[in-house]
């Protein structure tokens, strides 16, 4: 074998090296262990990347995974794989709700659990957005520049920012997939992970048997400048469904009114939260109709002028999600995905007329001036594939409406598409859990392509 001697062959070499070092670490360093909520026996491990792919021999990180065996032994080798959204959710942390959704497919097959660059237990981007000894503050920003500007400085004194978007992570679950030996992943994503489940395709097609997208997100869309419409049509449906609800109708027959009156009175300062953060707050809330079966109460007493159920559960959010999520790996791949493509005469247009207006845009960037920017800038290109996909909607999902999947299906060539009337975002019941199973098991759409799921009931609203 001749041995190459420029850069970039040498880099190869020394890759595909430390490759095969890492197959005989990892494979060997599961372990058993026990997976919060899970039954099931597991093993974890780490599996080692550098954290620059393009400069191997730097600095390196640990990549934490976990394995869910099959029950049957030697199961087959195209494991369930869930990529998580947030975008900064770890995968380990969530197993008992993928275990919940998987278990049928467990019987022959493994599932395999990879806490992305950045994220849970694979050196986490933590940053503090919430200050506690001035809550208030949180009723004003959702990313407080300070704290930002703060974190980004400590995280840069130990991680190159610049190295967390999909794409790294796309190699990174490619590399741990050879270092355990498993074929093509069966790949099951929500909301923000189906931008990772994207990326993983158009980078590794040959790498995927079969794919799951739950409330998909486009990779050429600027998801916060799509928000303040997306919210203002899911508020009218929810005050339709109030209306055509007899309970809800008879407790609050002036729910728009009344909603027009407190945004005033948000509008000229008269209220204790900021208007735009009240605004995001509603969205929030709007992303499945369980989720805002409390807004016409609380947009009720807030009305008689009791703000706590807005103001409380904003600052409670804040405080507990710290823990949730890695909110430097949000602004990693957010600040560059996203945020890096936005053009300012695209903000007035999208946001004029909506409650929410341009405040989660404008809180996005500022925060994402203290975040190191990627250069050159992500590919955002779709990725055009014939891997047997299929899309699960939400016909009430605020976050990622209908035309999402219209703007990211007809890249699939082998897809089936389900909307499921009265979901929201990422919902699950047993009619698309069937569905899946189908598509896992044959490899394929033709038995689920052209099916249904039967329409879900709304939640009753609260009403006292």
């Known amino acids: 074998m001749k041995i190459p001697t420029n850069t970039s062959s040498l880099a190869l070499l020394l890759t595909i090296a430390l490759g095969f070092i890492g197959n005989a670490n990892a494979a060997g360093n599961l372990s058993p262990c026990k997976l919060p909520g899970v039954t099931r026996a597991a093993k974890c491990g780490v599996v080692d990347v550098p954290e620059n792919w393009d400069k191997p021999a730097g600095r390196k990180l640990s990549i934490a995974v976990a394995v869910i065996p099959a029950d049957k032994p030697g199961a087959n080798k195209d494991p369930i794989v869930p990529l998580m959204g947030g975008p900064s959710e770890a995968a380990i942390a969530f197993a008992e709700y993928s275990v919940g959704q998987a278990e049928s497919l467990l019987r022959d097959r493994d599932m395999l659990l990879v806490d992305q660059r950045g994220a849970g237990k694979s050196a986490p981007l933590t940053c503090n957005t919430y200050d506690a000894k001035n809550p208030q503050s949180s009723l004003r920003d959702m990313f407080p520049v300070a704290l930002i500007e703060r974190c980004a400085k400590e995280l840069s004194s130990r991680a190159d ?184 005469e695209d903000i007035e247009p999208e946001s004029r007329g909506t409650f929410l207006g341009d405040y989660r845009v404008r809180q996005q960037l500022a925060a994402c001036k203290y975040w190191p920017k990627v250069s050159p800038s992500t590919d955002r290109t779709p990725p055009k594939v014939s891997v047997p996909t299929l899309f699960v909607s939400g016909a009430n999902d605020s976050a990622s409406p209908l035309w999402f999947t219209q703007r990211v299906a007809p890249n699939f060539s082998e897809r089936a598409e389900v909307v499921v009337v009265g979901h929201g975002h990422t919902e699950w019941n047993k009619c698309i859990e069937s569905l899946w199973d189908q598509l896992v098991r044959d490899g394929s759409v033709r038995n689920v392509r052209g099916k249904t799921c039967e329409a879900v009931p709304r939640p009753p609203f609260k009403t006292k």
């Not at 395709?201 to 995927?208: D, F, G, K, N, T």
């Open 161 to 344: 920012l610049t190295q967390y978007t999909y794409t790294h992570f796309a190699r990174d679950l490619e590399h741990v997939r050879r270092t355990l030996g498993y074929g093509p992943l069966n790949l099951t994503a929500g909301s923000y992970g189906t931008r990772a489940a994207q990326f993983y395709l158009r980078a590794y097609p040959q790498s995927v048997r079969t794919v799951l997208l739950n409330s998909v997100v486009p990779l050429d869309v600027v998801t916060p400048l799509t928000m303040a419409k997306s919210a203002e049509g899911a508020r009218n449906q929810m005050f339709d469904a109030c209306a055509a609800d007899t309970a809800c109708n008879a407790a609050f027959p002036d729910l728009r009114k009344e909603f027009s009156e407190i945004a005033q009175q948000l509008e000229a300062g008269k209220a204790p939260i900021a208007r735009g953060r009240a605004g995001e707050w509603f969205r929030s809330k709007l992303y499945r109709p369980y989720s805002s079966n409390d807004l016409p109460w609380i947009i009720h007493r807030a009305h008689a002028g009791d703000w706590s159920p807005i103001a409380d559960t904003i600052q409670a959010g804040m405080a507990g999600i710290q823990s949730e999520y890695s909110f430097g790996l949000f602004f990693a791949i957010t600040c560059n995905d996203d945020l890096a493509f936005l053009r300012e």
